[in-house]
């Protein structure tokens, strides 16, 4: 079973920067697609960005241009470097792993989470 482990969260003013990771284990991670997503408080929980077994990415609508994620398989490690934060970007961020890209889109696909990193972001 796949075990995730996110970190790197923090408290940062609008138009900073942080770097989140997520490490996974229990899996071949070079051939899984990887996705971030966050959860704001009241909200369902959303797609960040989709990170391919070949090294493709796909990033909602509300973060290109400011978020970039990237993976290293040698260290079963995916990030996210998150750049002019808004205030609207607070969330817990969790990632996960899956198959098929389709499957990374609904993130009620998964049953198992890891805890999540929390990022907020001031005003």
């Known amino acids: 079973q796949v075990q995730l482990v996110e970190s790197g969260g923090g408290l940062v003013q609008a138009g900073g920067s942080l770097r989140l990771s997520c490490t996974a284990s229990g899996i071949i991670f070079r051939n899984r697609v990887m996705a971030w997503y966050r959860q704001a408080p009241g909200n369902q929980r959303e797609l960040v960005a989709v990170?391919?077994?070949?090294?493709?990415?796909i990033y909602a609508d509300s973060v290109k241009g400011r978020f970039t994620a990237s993976r290293d398989n040698a260290k079963n490690t995916v990030s996210l470097q998150m750049n002019s934060l808004k205030t609207e970007d607070t969330a817990v961020y969790y990632c996960?792993?899956?198959?098929?890209?389709?499957?990374?889109?609904?993130?009620?696909?998964?049953?198992?989470w890891g805890q999540g990193t929390q990022v907020t972001v001031s005003s």
């Open positions: 990170v391919t077994s070949g090294g493709s990415i």
């Open positions: 996960n792993a899956g198959v098929h890209i389709a499957t990374m889109y609904n993130p009620r696909n998964f049953v198992s």
